[in-house]
């Protein structure tokens, strides 16, 4: 029966993301861990006789499921499939009570609507810092879907052409880029002598649990990499001693969010908290403002909560402003 699948699924995606999740690479955990085997999804998938995708529906099932839901796929009146649609409906709706319900932090602010109508509220040289994550033109959604190559790259130029004059020439860019047009992008910036800014670093995001189907005639991709700019009069990095280590080399290793993981799978695009994590607080000052452009599920407003920047948030999905709105 697929409900005690379910349940043997819950066990195993449990145990692997208590290990996926471990930071500290020299604690014995992170030792054990690396030394010691386990299921990946794929593997669970063959185990159980499902596709990946089944194990992912199964998961959000596990977690968000009402109790009615879960009895009627126990008592075989529904399948894992309809299970999982009545689970995300209840969640939007859910999210939507929750967004309105939340104010939010006076240091966050959401502008709701087109980045290009939105960014003229936002006056030039007020940005201490940019983090932003735009469309890479590999997903099939909507906001990620262009005619072609060309047509990509012009709207990257526009957005670019758009947002950069926001930002300080005291400030810092912080831009997630596809690695499938990463060349793309760093011809892009060297047309435009880098908007004026400072070639900083390539930061290299690795990530070690990317589990998706990919084309076997390339290798599969285990990095993204995030272009670094800074002003001609910034300081120096807030290189505080916490940050001591990895967080100040130009290699993260951090893994990709899961739905299984504490701070869950809100997007399709979702990048760590722990990423941004180390890139606001290395990036900025307390008390600094930052912009994120193209906001997603709002983790640039989360971090900035936590370490006391102050910060704006512009997007324009109504999914996606319900996801910001109920993260507070």
């Not at 996926?20 to 014995?28: F, T």
């Not at 499921?65 to 008592?75: F, G, H, S, V």
């Not at 909560?305 to 993260?327: F, H, M, P, Q, V």
Request: glycine share 4%.
């Amino acid at each position: 029966m697929e409900y005690e699948a379910l349940q043997k699924l819950k066990e195993k995606l449990l145990e692997i993301g208590k290990e996926k999740q471990i930071r500290k690479p020299n604690s014995v955990l992170a030792i054990i861990a690396k030394t010691k085997p386990h299921n990946t999804q794929e593997e669970i998938a063959k185990e159980l006789g499902w596709g990946t995708n089944k194990v992912g529906q199964a998961d959000i099932v596990s977690k968000n499921a009402t109790a009615e839901i879960k009895e009627k796929l126990k008592t075989q009146k529904i399948s894992i499939n309809e299970a999982y649609k009545e689970t995300k409906k209840k969640m939007r709706k859910q999210l939507q009570v929750t967004s309105t319900s939340n104010p939010l932090p006076s240091n966050i602010k959401i502008l709701e609507g087109d980045l290009f109508e939105m960014i003229k509220q936002i006056p030039d040289k007020s940005i201490d810092l940019l983090n932003t994550d735009p469309p890479y033109f590999i997903l099939e959604e909507k906001w990620d879907t262009f005619k072609n190559k060309e047509e990509y790259l012009t709207f990257t130029q526009r957005w670019l052409d758009a947002v950069i004059t926001k930002v300080k020439d005291t400030g810092r860019i912080y831009i997630s880029f596809a690695h499938d047009y990463q060349f793309d992008f760093c011809n892009l910036l060297l047309k435009n002598n880098f908007f004026g800014f400072i070639f900083g670093n390539i930061l290299i995001w690795y990530y070690k649990n990317n589990n998706k189907m990919f084309d076997r005639k390339r290798y599969r991709f285990a990095y993204e990499p995030i272009f670094y700019l800074y002003g001609k009069n910034a300081p120096t990095l807030n290189l505080s001693p916490d940050t001591f280590g990895e967080m100040q080399q130009n290699v993260w290793e951090i893994a990709t969010p899961q739905s299984n993981f504490k701070e869950g799978k809100l997007h399709p695009a979702q990048k760590p908290l722990e990423l941004y994590r180390r890139i606001i607080k290395t990036g900025s000052f307390e008390g600094d403002t930052v912009l994120d452009c193209f906001a997603g599920s709002g983790t640039s407003g989360v971090i900035c909560k936590e370490t006391n920047r102050n910060c704006i948030l512009i997007e324009k999905e109504k999914k996606n402003i319900d996801i910001i709105k109920s993260r507070f």
